[in-house]
């Protein structure tokens, strides 16, 4: 597991502009974010978290996984509907996961484009495929492309971890959030993370 290149720079630099966020930077210091490399586990991973806590969206997954036994666009297309509903996943996410399957086996989703692209470009081309909405797509380039400077301000475990912070009463608006987030551009992934952290010691992982 490789940290990305900018992590530790990233916490100096948010250590030094914002002490709070320093405090919870420091609890951690041996942890960083880390990619699991491949787009489409990552993406799967997303679709099944949404709208669920933490914990529920790991026990889907540990069981989707279990039962898929290697998680590809291929596998995921063959599973039996019958089989992911046993895992505990909605109609909409079954529906979602095979969208999402054939927009790789198509190849309408292109990955190996995405390092050249801006993360706004990437959004727009995840979000055609059904099922991925700004948040996914979000998840997708903190957790897949450990691009530095997202901030998910959809996130409820990010707002809840801001309030915290900072003793504000939750939840706070979107551009509440966006504003106080300025101060931790250009490493707001990081920040995010580490707000994550500090709910959860044991963060999801895409």
């Given at each position: 597991m490789k940290k990305p290149i900018f992590?530790?720079?990233a916490k100096k630099v948010l250590a030094s502009k914002d002490k709070k966020l320093g405090k919870i930077i420091n609890n951690y210091p041996k942890d960083f974010l880390f990619s699991k490399s491949d787009p489409f586990y990552t993406l799967a991973r997303s679709i099944v978290g949404q709208q669920i806590s933490v914990k529920a969206a790991q026990a889907v997954w540990d069981r989707f996984e279990h039962k898929v036994v290697?998680?590809?666009?291929?596998?995921?297309?063959?599973?039996?509907?019958n089989s992911?509903?046993?895992c505990g996943l909605s109609r909409q996410k079954i529906s979602y996961l095979?969208?999402?399957?054939?927009?790789?086996?198509?190849?309408?989703?292109?990955?190996?484009?995405w390092i050249s692209y801006s993360d706004e470009e990437i959004i727009v081309e995840l979000i055609k495929i059904r099922g991925i909405g700004r948040w996914t797509a979000e998840m997708f380039l903190i957790f897949n492309l450990c691009r530095?400077?997202?901030?998910?301000?959809d996130d409820i475990g990010l707002i809840r971890g801001i309030c915290n912070c900072y003793n504000i009463k939750y939840p706070i608006t979107k551009e509440h959030a966006i504003k106080i987030s300025k101060?931790?551009?250009?490493?707001?992934?990081?920040?995010?993370?580490?707000?994550?952290?500090?709910?959860?010691?044991?963060?999801?992982?895409?």
């Open positions: 992590w530790e720079k290697k998680v590809t666009p291929k596998n995921t297309i063959k599973m039996h509907f992911m509903k046993a095979r969208s999402l399957s054939m927009g790789f086996i198509n190849r309408e989703l292109k990955p190996k484009k530095p400077d997202v901030f998910p301000v101060k931790w551009k250009p490493y707001r992934s990081v920040a995010t993370w580490y707000f994550w952290k500090s709910l959860d010691p044991i963060p999801v992982e895409y």
